[in-house]
């Protein structure tokens, strides 16, 4: 098991199975030395967990461990084109989507769940650029998505 995997543990977390794409597209992609992630949803064990918008359905914090999810399912579409996680050198930019009632500003917040979990998972290499975006809905009514940009050797 990798330095990284050996993390996950200590947090009582584990890499699930890759999620299998809903559309035409492939989970990750190798481009030079970067890895890049399709969206990424907080499928647990092929569902998930709550749906509908941030601000109304679903609170910010449900929000924010969902987005903590999404960055999970997200190593291990990238754990899926590189084979070893420790190969990750940066990770450069993460792109967070919230599926926002139309009220609700907090898109920062909530896509800390995941810039905080990759943190806390890579150290400094988990340290990146980002963008939260509040959208209208999301594939599949699910309140956040994830996409990173990782960099590697």
Do not use: W
Not at 58 to 73: F, I, M, Y
Not at 129 to 146: H, I, M, Y
């Amino acid at each position: 098991m990798s330095r990284v995997e050996d993390r996950l543990a200590e947090l009582g977390l584990s890499l699930p199975e890759v999620a299998a794409p809903v559309a035409a597209y492939v989970p990750a992609v190798i481009d030079g030395d970067h890895v890049q992630t399709s969206g990424q949803l907080p499928f647990v064990d092929g569902q998930l967990p709550a749906t509908g918008k941030v601000g109304a359905e679903v609170s910010p914090d449900q929000a924010a461990e969902l987005a903590q999810r999404c960055a999970l399912n997200a190593l291990a579409a990238v754990k899926s084109v590189l084979g070893d996680l420790d190969r990750i050198e940066q990770v450069v930019k993460v792109v967070g989507f919230v599926a926002s009632d139309p009220s609700f500003t907090g898109q920062p917040q909530v896509v800390n769940g995941a810039s905080e979990f990759l943190g806390q998972v890579l150290g400094d290499a988990g340290v990146h650029a980002r963008s939260a975006v509040g959208v209208a809905v999301l594939p599949l009514d699910s309140p956040v998505e994830v996409e990173l940009t990782v960099r590697f050797h």
